[in-house]
């Protein structure tokens, strides 16, 4: 349902771009969550199904943006001057009803994209 592209390994203070394509036509809000080894899932960022409403992690904000095109029924999170922490599993999700930004609220998941950032 839900397929990741992108990622990969930058140095820190670089950019990256993660894509997450859904398969099916629906009204799904979409988050952004990451997993660094040895850690939770953590929420990094979600856009509503309108895409007039965005959230973000304190940790991401002014430095990560997500974004989605209807038209390519495709969520997009652009990363910019990353840092080493940011390194993880990232994971795209997607939902039906009240915009939120806890995981356990998601009904559908990717298959992780992963975002190395060296020092």
């Known amino acids: 349902l839900l397929v990741e592209s992108g990622g990969g390994l930058v140095q820190a203070g670089g950019s990256l771009r993660v894509s997450c394509t859904v398969s099916i036509r629906a009204e799904f809000d979409m988050g952004w969550f990451r997993q660094a080894p040895g850690k939770g899932r953590e929420f990094v960022a979600a856009?509503?199904?309108?895409?007039?409403?965005?959230l973000y992690a304190d940790s991401v904000k002014g430095r990560f943006t997500i974004s989605r095109d209807s038209t390519e029924n495709t969520v997009y999170l652009q990363m910019n001057s990353l840092k080493p922490e940011d390194t993880a599993l990232y994971y795209c999700?997607?939902?039906?009803?009240?915009?939120?930004?806890?995981?356990?609220?998601?009904?559908?998941w990717g298959q992780g994209a992963q975002v190395t950032v060296a020092s």
């Open positions: 856009i509503s199904w309108r895409g007039d409403r965005a």
């Open positions: 999700a997607a939902k039906n009803g009240a915009f939120t930004t806890s995981g356990r609220d998601y009904d559908y």
